[in-house]
């Protein structure tokens, strides 16, 4: 087997518990994320990494492949772990359960790059910012990314500074978001999980920057579709709509 999906799903999110199985059009969260998974070319299996048996008996329940993981795992990174520790795999792709927006080219392009990758045992999604507003939103991440397309930093903060006037308006940074989905070969995996929490990593909250601090490159793939993560049922409410929107737009 050469690349796996897991999808890690908890039951006890802060905001929104029991989020994985919330009712979206019909079909719980997680069975959205699944199909769509389920839909990437380069996979060799897909499985969802759980903490609950409340999940794992929906997902066996919609015909997906479940496993039950230590409830006491800190991340999803930790999940990720423990699912492929045993597996005789090289690439492992981290898939968010509360991402039904999430689409399978994305994936692919994830495991394709770290295949093709020399210097580079991680890699991740970016998207340009189009609306203004996501810049002073900490909960959207921004990502700075270098001429040959690695990620030099990630923030909460609009990075990079605009000193750019309105009659400069041509030279304005292109700013990109960050969406969450991973892929790793399996040693780094290992490596990066041995590693120190950072200093910055636990200023920005945000644990990526913890293999930049140590020298580590992360290759970003981007992409020209938006996601939206369900973290509050009002977030499970833009997710039904875009969704509609979606069906309306392949009707027509």
């Not at 090289?90 to 790059?113: F, H, R």
């Not at 900490?138 to 309105?166: E, L, M, Q």
Request: aromatic residues 8%; neutral net charge.
């Amino acid at each position: 087997m050469k690349a796996i999906g897991v999808i890690p799903a908890r039951w006890g999110a802060t905001r929104f518990e029991g989020k994985v199985l919330a009712n979206l059009l019909g079909k719980p969260v997680i069975q959205h994320v699944w199909e769509n998974a389920k839909k990437a070319k380069t996979l060799d299996d897909l499985v969802v990494a759980c903490d609950d048996e409340r999940i794992m008996k929906v997902v066996e329940g919609f015909g997906g492949k479940a496993i039950y993981t230590s409830p006491n795992q800190p991340s999803g990174t930790d999940r990720l772990a423990e699912v492929i520790n045993p597996l005789d795999i090289e690439i492992a792709v981290n898939i968010q359960g509360d991402e039904p927006l999430m689409k399978p080219i994305m994936i692919d392009k994830l495991v394709m790059s770290l295949e093709d990758e020399k210097l580079a045992q991680m890699a991740t999604v970016i998207k340009k910012v189009e609306d203004d507003s996501e810049l002073t939103n900490s909960n959207v991440v921004k990502v700075v990314v270098d001429k040959n397309g690695y990620a030099i930093y990630f923030s909460r903060y609009a990075i990079p500074y605009n000193r750019t006037g309105k009659a400069e308006k041509d030279k304005k940074p292109v700013y990109y978001k960050h969406i969450g989905l991973y892929a790793f070969t399996k040693d780094f995996l290992f490596t990066f999980k041995k590693l120190p929490e950072s200093s910055l990593e636990r200023a920005e909250k945000l644990e990526q920057l913890r293999a930049l601090e140590y020298g580590y490159k992360i290759k970003v793939v981007e992409t020209q579709f938006d996601t939206i993560g369900v973290d509050t049922p009002e977030d499970l409410k833009r997710v039904e709509e875009a969704l509609l929107r979606e069906r309306e737009n392949t009707q027509v």
